[in-house]
């Protein structure tokens, strides 16, 4: 049964929220692509190695669907840092295929200068 693309997306934060990666993994297909403001990833065991590693979470504000492609507003907390985002996610299959992010990342990049100069 092919979910909507809505849930889909929603159970992939929720268990991204979780740090349930096994269960996250199972929303996204293995081709999937991610664009962010950082870099970008082919596949999903990319994708999900740095999920594992940044354990950031997700506080979902608002959520557009149009279609195979869901559009969440969210403020995401990454170190303790707490920046507000837009990801753009295409469901194809009934699985994550595509995700593109964007969010200021000064503050994120500015923790970490400060961090390595008081070392």
């Known amino acids: ?6 849930q889909v997306v929603m159970a992939c934060v929720e268990a991204i929220n979780k740090e349930d990666f096994q ?3 199972r929303y996204v297909s293995d ?3 991610f664009v962010g403001v950082l870099g970008s990833r082919q596949g999903a065991s990319a994708y999900f190695n740095d999920m594992e590693r940044l354990r ?8 557009f669907v149009d279609g195979q492609d869901v559009c969440l507003l969210y403020d995401l907390n990454i170190s303790d840092k707490i920046v507000f985002g837009c990801g753009w996610y295409q469901v194809e299959e009934g699985k ?3 995700l593109r ?3 200021d ?3 994120i990049i500015e923790g ?3 961090s390595r100069t008081s070392s």
């Open 96 to 98: 994550i295929r595509s």
């Open 101 to 103: 992010v964007v969010f």
């Open 112 to 114: 970490a200068n400060k």
């Open 23 to 25: 269960t996250a993994r």
């Open 31 to 33: 081709d999937m692509s």
């Open 105 to 107: 990342p000064r503050p």
């Open 56 to 63: 950031l979470k997700y506080e979902v504000q608002k959520v």
């Open 1 to 6: 049964m092919i979910r909507a693309a809505e």
